[in-house]
């Protein structure tokens, strides 16, 4: 289901372009690529462009659609080369100053930088800089990025070279795209937490978190970035260095479950298939008696598609979801008879009635979402409701770029799956196995992270006391 | 398809409460209702509230979302009865003196009224008004029948009365529910062209446009107004009269191919199943050797289900719709490399690729969308593509609230079957039979127009130099 | 002093062009004298534009910046005819739906029709026309005048005689400019009681309600338009006839007193020279030893300045106004530090401290506002304040197009000069005498209304019970 | 006259607020003070709040009223400390990012800085910071400042003695309010170019660049911030420390004649006597035979005063000018026929018609609305036009703080008096001697800087090759 319920939150998307032999047209380009990833983040977007070495930048709060007003499109410069950014954002970073591209300024001239990520050592570089002098403007980590580069630059021989050498001080989750005057600059972490790939254009190169934004402007995929590599793009064309540390592979998991787009492949598998591929792994490991089978729209549709082909039983259309939802909905404040999912989704009524239905949906996370779909099936004549989620239970904290805000949150962190069944009245209740992760991205050979199902990370957590993102406002009381 | 595409559109949604014993709390029931009827209008959007006798009204040009800010909502007074409208709105139309619902005043007080129709005679009735006196705000019909029903109660014993006398001098479709200081009166031509239904919730009465919306107010269906009745409700409960004139049942056949949202029910059928139920014809009538039967998003998804199940081939998700369509996507003008249709559809690689795809649609306008959907099946790797269309070939005027603008825009009006085939790039193309039309809504008792296929109409068409709607401004060179 | 104070309100400006022979570029006219009325109405405004007979409106509630946007501007078509309007409006008329042109269409194709002032037997004309079956969308004066002309026209020869014969039904103040397709046309009540003014410019053929609007656009002023008289323009030339209702001659004096920009000829006198002779006659009738006189900025600066120079006691400047001062500015709640007065008013120490001051207002409605300033001088030194007002004392409800709400609004009303003097805390207090008032417009020959501060009216007051606007929102409990 | 001619520009107005005894309500305080301001800067404006140790800010682009609507008052918390800027901007600053307080965090928490003034170093200061690895965000002095106080504060025991510090490697003209968690802080660079003054209520501190703001709160005048001088407000009182950079005392002499309000102390004199002084001495020194003096709106009105008395020749109202004038209004595209200077004035023709006319204005910059005001006299029937120039002519660069581009947009660099008295087509042309200028403020015992009409700068101007500001967007070729 969609960002508007009880969800699960991706960080951002990223997306860089830089055209070949000078051409221009970059504007265009950003704007569909980003429509394409709005998914991954829709509380700020931005764009900058490269006109003749001079970047400029738009970017604040909202979606693309809001924030790009043909106004503003008439008003941006036209270049060879662009970044784009889209964020969700935690509470703390809900505001225009943390809203990307990072526009800066530094010894070498001016840095654009988009990340999608969360560094887990960001508290100590913050203490570290600002032990030099350093000023914030901003709580976001890509501002610490930006920091480090031009503090590298200061010695590097080049801005590849800066941002390679950065990368050693940096620990945890990010994608980097960045532009300079002269170079697009893509970065991925060396656990590539994050997917970014590298996709081609009639010579024009472009790099993109998700292949679904190369097929929104015509360009075909070329490969995904490799953990810990630094890929440039310059007029000497695409070269490539390494980070020189070295870390195993763990890619989230929960990008093939629910973050990224059905039509996108990442690390060579498709994510429709790999949806279909756990909804089969569920009808395997939780078979029921049922008439029916259909899934939460729109995130449980494919997982319910392969329950149901698994099974045998027939595939059916037991929501239809109001497609004029967006974030403007108010609701006007006498609404006991009409709860917020009711207005979102509606039951099928000859789906259901008198059938014993098999629900599928990607993930739970407070669980009250599911009480109320459960709860609207019933009143719609369904006889049981069984209940599969295309996931293992989310127990643990993510702290690589999935807001869960507090464990507290996470029904499945303080109550067994019988309890869960209970809680959201279903008849019976069954969860992925963690065991068939690695099998749904069949055709990918990278390594997974699945520390939020089960408390191991493939990188040291921060401490405690040092939560991974400062969340405090622009401010404390040392003075 | 969606709105955003070259499809049909549907003229409007009304609605209608009056709570039991003086309650109020109708505003938030009339934003929830017009919110599930807004696939039925988007340019504009009222609701009229009525407070203690007096009746205030707030209509913009947009959608509910736009017109209903937080602050608007805050404003509105409450009362224990209202109506509202959603107007798709013709290029005529389109502005904001023809939103509804239109508040006037008369000798009798005031009078708010929302329409869902055409009037085949508003010429003739607009020059007979004029004859005697009139001035016209507006060029809606809405005006024209508050003129008669005005005219009607200087004679008439009561509201209701004027509003069945008023019918007798109207021709063609209208859907209406309107409120005078005490009462709430819904209304519906003797063709029964377009749907009307009513509710009940703790003793409060609903009328709806489709039966969606009182699903979303938590209220259960009673039963259709039946064409050429007048339902009043007021302190002395619920009262029916008739039109004295009564002519043959007339259902819109694209309520359930197209305009109604399928979890609505309508004249006692299911909007998902009469679709299913056309894609099964559409099986049996038109079979293909195939690998997987897809839909368009998201009206096609339907009928592709019912072929799917019918002819034994698999049923796919062949395309990813971008859930961020919305009508302030601005187009750049850079735009040759990605067209319109790429933007809000993208095809699913895995589930078409080497494959002989069945694709199902609802109907087809002019023919470029289909055109531009087959071709991205072909680059996502489809081997073949057979088209078909869950209705029959639209070869005629509308003259009953389909808006097509003119037959110029129709290409099954100019080409043969195999020519649109040739047209659209499909390997085979097949309609479905205007024969099953009534056997799409199977509970369903009542006739059915399908003048758009046929060119049989169940009233006279306006003659051609009298088209049904005027749509010029507001002027003349008479003077 | 301004609109933002406790201040007298005006209704409306009225504006129209012919372009000769054909010419178009209408639209920056019409803007550029809006913008110079602005001070006439500042609640909603609009502009009607004829292209080629066919007329186009826009209006909305707002300032004309805010109104008529560069976007707006823009797609506004062009023509050779407009008609414009700005509205002050009471609580009553304060909605989307009263703004004017009022743009309708009849038996003779449509009529933009725009009127500033109030007509006295409004109740029973609307009583009429709704016994005869009309519907009224507003409750503005100028949708009865159109239903009058559209009844007329049926009977009559030409719109212009239409409108000659309705204005026999009219009573009250009302200055008319209309358009048809092919005439602008403008007509002003037999009493004549709001200006009216025809200029030319190449040819062109202007109206407006002050020569203010004529200087804007580069014309220059040709005549007033007669109380009584209706002058067309049109391919023929220009031709005038005359109502048959013969009335005395009654301009509102309050015109030169407040409501007029000081630059423009109102009767053939200048408004500035008025208000300085106001201020030489309170010289003569409230003399007093002071050391400086003040005016009260905007509008009490005229008579300031005339009484300093009578008096021979030096004129200063005593305040300055925040010429930011718009109407969004927002009253935080915690203000009982910084009164509004205070806010949109600073006393100039330097001038005052220390000094005796003559403080020149133009005229006192509440009292409050004249309280607050004279305080503010007190605090800023001066060590007596003697307050003069240019306007006899306002005691007298006026039912021609000064809205002071009610008659319990007026300090005047109900207290003595003396009382009134303590009331604001003033040294002294002096009137401008009523018998002063037909001698400061010394160049014009029409007579003046000064019934709101004698009680006797030119025309007769509407009785008690029916108010001269309906100020009832739409409904009555008579259905 | 306005901004919304050929005018001088103002750099910025800066306030602040300490309560007492923790009190809280600030948020109002500076709404109301900025407000007062909004003369100083109109580009962007913003506030910034210290809750409990925690500060908030919310700025944008636009004026006070723009930016700060009831919604963003509503969100905004409250607290016992407040700072506050407006921002005229020139062309490199005009954006979002530029806008201040600047709401930084360091090493030792966060800190809101708000800035009137240029520094004439900023280029040296930003290649040292650079060097050191700092990344730079904007383009503003504000955030030099804000670096430099970091790094020394890293040393100082205390922020006001790291203030003190950093001022000894800053030139050029300052005026700052800012806040610490803890404590506000005002500072004035040495040679005191731009005016900051303190004031009380009720034992609360505030800071302003203009004693009209205090009046605006109701507090009263305290004393000036005397240059070079930093003064703290804590939970322990105010206390003062010195920078230890002396220089000569060079108050910007245009804050008398064109920038303050009239009713602003500055340094112990009245503006507002000044302007009236400036005047006088014109008289003085160029005597005409004329029958009136009038002032160009609003600037010109106090010198004309002083020309009058002066001179005995009578003073008059020549000009009314619109009092809508905002920065909304648009010139529609066919304008050749309503210059942009005739929509904001317009000329009173009972005051200058067949009159010999003295007009006063406080400076020519460019010249073309002096010539578009001289020929509306004439249109007007003004028979003689006398210009007299209550100010030097401008003729060279100001590099702290007066914004005119280049010295090719001041005609009087040029060209001589003659010249420009014929190209502005005037009879005659006078403007004030460089000599009265110390005697204007006749109670301050202050030094001016008159470097923009003589070219005798008090602090060393920035070389040629680096301008005081960084004008170029953010980023240059180097990488």
Do not use: W
């Not at 980590?141 to 590849?160: P, T, V």
């Not at 540390?245 to 498709?270: N, T």
């Amino acid at each position: 289901m969609e960002e508007v319920f009880d969800k699960l939150h991706e960080e951002c998307g990223v997306f860089g372009i830089y055209r070949k032999n000078g051409k221009t047209g970059v504007i265009p380009d950003a704007y569909h690529a980003m429509y394409a990833l709005q998914h991954r983040g829709q509380e700020s977007c931005g764009i900058a462009v490269n006109t003749d070495g001079v970047l400029h930048c738009h970017k604040d709060v909202g979606l693309l659609t809001d924030v790009f007003t043909k106004e503003v499109l008439e008003k941006l410069p036209e270049g060879r080369m662009a970044v784009a950014h889209c964020l969700y954002g935690t509470k703390a970073t809900k505001n225009r100053d943390n809203a990307q591209p990072m526009l800066v300024n530094y010894r070498k001239g001016a840095l654009a930088l988009c990340n999608n990520g969360v560094l887990t050592n960001a508290h100590q570089l913050r203490e570290e800089l600002a032990d030099g002098g350093a000023i914030f403007h901003t709580t976001s980590d890509a501002e610490l990025i930006a920091f480090l580069i031009a503090q590298e630059r200061l010695k590097a021989d080049s801005i590849e070279q800066a941002v390679a050498t950065a990368m050693e001080r940096m620990y945890g989750a990010y994608s980097l795209v960045m532009m300079s005057p002269t170079k697009l600059i893509a970065a991925r972490d060396p656990n590539g937490f994050r997917p970014l790939c590298m996709g081609e254009r009639d010579g024009d190169i472009i790099f993109a978190s998700e292949s679904c934004a190369l097929d929104a402007i015509g360009a075909s995929f070329v490969r995904d970035i490799r953990p810990g590599e630094v890929v440039v793009v310059s007029e000497d064309g695409v070269t490539t260095l390494e980070c020189s540390r070295k870390a195993q592979s763990a890619l989230c998991v929960f990008e093939f479950i629910y973050f990224a787009r059905p039509d996108s492949i990442i690390e060579g598998s498709s994510v429709h298939m790999a949806r279909r591929r756990a909804g089969a792994f569920l009808a395997l490991e939780h078979p029921v008696q049922a008439d029916v089978v259909i899934g939460v729209p729109d995130s449980g549709l494919d997982a319910a598609m392969g329950y149901a082909q698994q099974s045998g039983i027939p595939y059916g259309i037991g929501f239809i979801k109001n497609k004029y939802i967006g974030r403007t909905f108010i609701q006007p404040t006498q609404t006991e008879r009409a709860n917020s999912v009711r207005i979102k989704l509606n039951a099928v009524r000859s789906t259901v009635e008198g059938k014993r239905v098999v629900l599928v949906d990607d993930s739970i996370v407070r669980g009250t979402t599911s009480a109320h779909i459960v709860s609207l099936l019933r009143e719609a004549g369904a006889k049981e409701v069984h209940m599969r989620m295309s996931s293992p239970p989310f127990r643990h904290m993510c702290y690589f770029g999935t807001d869960i805000g507090s464990v507290d949150n996470l029904i499945a962190a303080k109550h067994s799956v019988e309890e869960i069944c209970r809680i959201i009245g279903a008849d019976s209740l069954g969860f992925l196995n963690v065991d068939y992760l690695p099998m749904l991205a069949d055709q990918s050979h990278c390594g997974f992270c699945s520390g939020c199902f089960t408390g191991n990370y493939p990188v040291e957590p921060p401490c405690e006391c040092h939560q991974p993102r400062c969340e405090r406002p622009l401010s404390q009381s040392k003075e």
